[in-house]
């Protein structure tokens, strides 16, 4: 799966969590998204997992959520969910 795949998948779980986030990502490029920090869309750090684990498991990804603490940032949290996708694909 590749990034604007992920992103897809990222803003939908975002969305769908947050509705303060969906109306701020309603008028928003796609670029300016990717940089914006979560917890500058009212993204706390239980709507975080919440939002990485609706992501890992539509990407059917089994890893602990300690790799996203490094980051709040979308684009990183893209980046992190498309590593782990593409490990995953070269195992199967």
Same mark, same amino acid.
């Given at each position: 799966?590749?990034? *604007?795949?992920?992103? *897809? ?8 969590? *947050? ?25 706390? *750090? ?47």
């Amino acid at each position: 799966m590749d990034k *604007s795949d992920i992103y *897809s998948l990222v803003e939908s779980a975002i969305k769908e969590v *947050s509705p303060y986030a969906a109306e701020f990502l309603k008028n928003k490029e796609k670029d300016v998204v990717k940089d914006t920090y979560l917890i500058d869309l009212g993204i706390n *750090s239980i709507d975080y997992a919440e939002v990485v684990s609706m992501v890992m498991g539509n990407l059917e990804i089994q890893h602990s959520l300690d790799i996203f603490t490094r980051t709040n940032r979308i684009n990183d949290v893209i980046h992190i969910l498309h590593n782990l996708s593409s490990e995953r694909a070269a195992v199967a």
